[in-house]
């Protein structure tokens, strides 16, 4: 199937500073791509979904001034969390859809963000 | 209201024996996809099995089979021959039709453990 990797895995940042993660697609061109939170043993709630070219959308609670995305080409989406603070810590999944395959979504292996 | 209910936050099974996680759904639209995934430790989202509201048969895959009753608007995953590898949490997610399509809403997960 279909790969997508996500930068960096492991990301621990200081209260007030921002962190970008990464969201690639490395072997299709994702139009649409997903991005989720997930605490400890809690399901996936959606964020918000990045479409290339642009505004994302994002899921209602979401503040997009504080979560931005970019979608800037087919293969990397970007998700940069401004002002972190320690409720900010979680779990940072994407995913993608492969416009040739009707129904799989493909997910990153996650980034796990610690505000300390 | 909740889209997608799993019932079960925890379910335990002896290696080689099957199991049944349960999943129900509400939905107005009539095309609509139901999807499992597992998600180990690691945090990786495994994609396991699809089954679109059309379809008539269940579906399988492998030892996975999802068990779709329309009417009752359930997807339960059926895994046989329980391994220990099958240890991990289990979602259940609905992909609705129309303009969210492709966005996942995702189950609260049942924890499953294999025991030896």
């Known amino acids: 199937g279909a790969v997508v990797s996500q930068h960096p895995s492991r990301v621990i940042c200081k209260s007030g500073t921002s962190v970008k993660i990464e969201c690639r697609s490395l072997d299709f061109q994702a139009t649409t791509m997903f991005w989720y939170r997930q605490f400890p043993k809690q399901s996936l709630m959606l964020m918000a979904t990045s479409n290339e070219g642009s505004k994302a959308t994002y899921e209602q609670g979401v503040e997009k001034d504080k979560f931005l995305i970019n979608h800037a080409s087919l293969t990397l989406s970007t998700l940069t969390v401004t002002s972190a603070h320690p409720e900010d810590s979680s779990f940072y999944i994407c995913s993608a859809r492969d416009p040739r395959d009707f129904y799989e979504q493909y997910f990153g292996p996650g980034t796990r963000l610690t505000v300390t | 209201a909740q889209k997608i209910t799993q019932t079960q936050p925890g379910m335990f099974v002896q290696e080689k024996e099957a199991v049944t996680l349960d999943c129900t759904y509400d939905?107005?639209?009539?095309?609509?996809?139901l999807f499992w995934y597992k998600q180990p430790s690691s945090g990786e989202m495994i994609f396991l099995i699809y089954q679109g509201s059309y379809d008539e048969q269940n579906a399988t895959e492998g030892r996975y089979s999802l068990n779709f009753q329309k009417a009752r608007k359930s997807a339960n995953l059926v895994i046989s021959a329980s391994q220990l590898g099958d240890s991990a949490m289990y979602f259940c997610a609905m992909r609705e039709g129309g303009t969210s399509y492709g966005k996942l809403t995702f189950g609260q997960g049942t924890i499953l453990t294999v025991h030896p």
């Open positions: 939905t107005s639209d009539q095309s609509y996809g």
